[in-house]
């Protein structure tokens, strides 16, 4: 799956890095050519900051501007998003027996808190948004995690990376990104929401990310290998979950997801078109779980130092 989908997936999603690419390289080459002409003239040189600023502004009015600061990411065909299905690896030996465990407890311990029911036409889109803007606020964490590891363990050891650190913190981004698209639909912080209170939400949000991220981080440093493949296996749960969502989008209980407009958010990172619905969003959300899915199950296959394939 993960061979077939990436490249295809990466393809277009060129598109946004030559658009990053093209805004950054001109400052570069300006800014040489202005440090090289000032040192010939003995005149200081502008700021760095002031030349991209120059250099960048154009009448682009996308909510990121067109100083997107945004990392790769893929962009999907409607073929390609119409093609992601749900996967599951078989658990084989002692680190996937732990890493599958872990995430059918801590998935059955969540579910069974916070009343979800794993069927469709059951959830109201309140109860999705909750659901997905608090998992969200989690889901940054990993790549996050394992990125700074890796940058410490560069310098630590005076040995380069091999490639990790850029697409783990794509990732993390990545994640931040679907949660910042879900509160253009329900912003979390409204004291006014009847089922999750702006002062629980956001102290749930905070313990647990306190304790997952030292928890993550301390499972890191003793096995890269098993923290990757529960992420893979998280992401397994993460596809099967958008999938139902679509459904009860397409058939069920929040059919109006299917015509409200995407945020504009959304339509900028994805290039969705102008027409594009929140079901269009929650299609591009599905995918990318699963190329984090397949990505983290590559990375635990792997060595520390052996060279990233999928950046
Ligand atoms: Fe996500
Ligand atoms: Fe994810």
């Avoid at 277009?12 to 010939?40: E, G, K």
């Avoid at 119409?82 to 680190?95: D, L, P, S």
């Avoid at 999705?128 to 700074?148: D, Q, S």
């Avoid at 490639?163 to 994640?175: C, P, R, V, Y």
């Amino acid at each position: 799956m993960f061979l077939r989908r990436l490249p295809i997936n990466r393809l277009p999603s060129v598109r946004v890095a030559s658009f990053s690419a093209a805004i950054v390289r001109p400052a570069t080459v300006s800014l040489t050519a202005l440090r090289f002409n000032a040192s010939i003239t003995n005149q200081q040189a502008p700021h760095p900051k002031a030349v991209k600023d120059a250099l960048t502004k154009t009448d682009d009015k996308s909510p990121l501007n067109s100083k997107d600061y945004v990392l790769f990411h893929p962009v999907y065909s409607p073929e390609e998003l119409a093609a992601t299905k749900y996967t599951h690896r078989e658990v084989k030996g002692v680190q996937d027996t732990i890493a599958f465990s872990l995430v059918t407890i801590m998935r059955a311990v969540f579910d069974y808190s916070t009343g979800y029911v794993d069927k469709t036409g059951i959830m109201t889109e309140k109860q999705w948004l909750n659901r997905i803007l608090f998992l969200e606020t989690v889901a940054g964490v990993p790549g996050m995690v394992a990125g700074m590891s890796r940058h410490m363990r560069s310098l630590r050891l005076l040995r380069r990376d091999h490639g990790w650190i850029h697409t783990l913190l794509e990732e993390a981004e990545n994640e931040r990104m679907h949660l910042l698209t879900f509160m253009k639909l329900k912003n979390p912080h409204d004291f006014d929401w009847p089922d999750i209170r702006g002062p629980f939400f956001r102290a749930a949000v905070l313990l647990t990310q306190g304790v997952f991220f030292n928890f993550y981080f301390l499972c890191y440093l003793l096995s890269p290998q098993t923290c990757h493949r529960f992420v893979g296996y998280l992401e397994e749960s993460a596809v099967h979950t958008y999938t139902l969502c679509l459904k009860d989008i397409e058939e069920g209980r929040i059919k109006h997801w299917g015509t409200q407009p995407a945020p504009e958010i959304a339509r900028f990172y994805w290039q969705l078109p102008d027409n594009a619905t929140v079901r269009d969003v929650v299609a591009a959300v599905r995918s990318d779980e699963a190329d984090h899915r397949d990505t983290n199950h590559v990375l635990a296959g792997l060595k520390a130092d052996d060279p990233n394939p999928v950046a």
